[in-house]
């Protein structure tokens, strides 16, 4: 009996890729970045914020203080503040303290506005950041869990997004038994996927420095993000060691519509 594989983001594409709608430049920008109407619906954000050197310390204090600020603050159904790294091997080699991020998941868009607005989180880091990215998402696709829960929950109103500009987020609890396995096998995929065309951005992030780890990837389309997740053969290598090895406690894959941009990342926009 063939035995079923493991999550990858291979799972998250649709079985046939519809033809390619490329998003069309200058029409669709907005405030320095990409944009398509927001729907009455469960909405994810995600906050990067580039700080200098000299502002690294302030940096880490905001990670513990902000935990209480965002717990209370309403609308807001789940949340991570999150570390990042360049994703290429999962250690402390990765680390970025320049670029923090916050990943929410909010019941409507009308809560994410009233804390841009008006949350002490926004205000300080506005202060804190040099420079600052936002992509508002919507949920296309979702396997697995992250702490115990599954945040994501795709709505009637996906399939209306389907084509354009795509993220992917990965997330996985490692085994500490395991860990230097899936460290030795991890650079060739981050390599794999910084070479396939339509990648815009692809970053490490975690809750944790170690023991959990976790990608954002922001793609032209579908049909860039199929080309990695069934074409390149150590993504696939990778998938069948999963399998083989058990390398997680717990796992998250989802696929997202990228329905708004703001702000720059390292001076670029994007998508």
Known sequence: MRTAAPLALRDLLPRHEPASSRWRGAA??????????????????????????????????????????????????????????????????????????????????????????????????????????????????????????????PTAAASRHSQGPVAAVTRARLRPTRARSFWRAV?????????????????GIAEAPVGVQGTFSLWDSPRALAAFAYGGAPHREVIDQTMARGWYTEELFARFAVLHTTGTVDGASLP
Do not use: C
């Open 187 to 203: 650079p060739p995929v981050a390599l794999d996927a910084n070479r396939t065309p339509g990648l815009r951005l692809a970053i």
């Open 28 to 153: 669709q920008r907005h405030l320095g970045g990409y944009v398509r109407r927001v729907p009455d619906a469960p909405l994810t954000t995600l906050h990067l914020h580039r700080v200098r050197r000299r502002a690294v310390p302030a940096a880490l204090g905001r990670m513990a203080a902000d935990r209480a600020v965002l717990a209370r603050t309403p609308g807001l159904a789940f949340w991570k503040l999150l570390g990042t790294g360049d994703g290429r091997t999962f250690t402390l080699r990765d680390v970025d303290p320049l670029r923090w991020g916050l990943l929410a998941v909010w019941d409507d868009p009308a809560d994410l506005a009233v804390f841009e607005r008006r949350s002490p989180v926004r205000a300080a880091w506005r202060r804190l950041a040099e420079e600052t990215w936002r992509a508002d998402l919507l949920p296309l696709r979702s396997r697995g869990a992250w702490s115990g829960r599954q945040p994501f929950s």
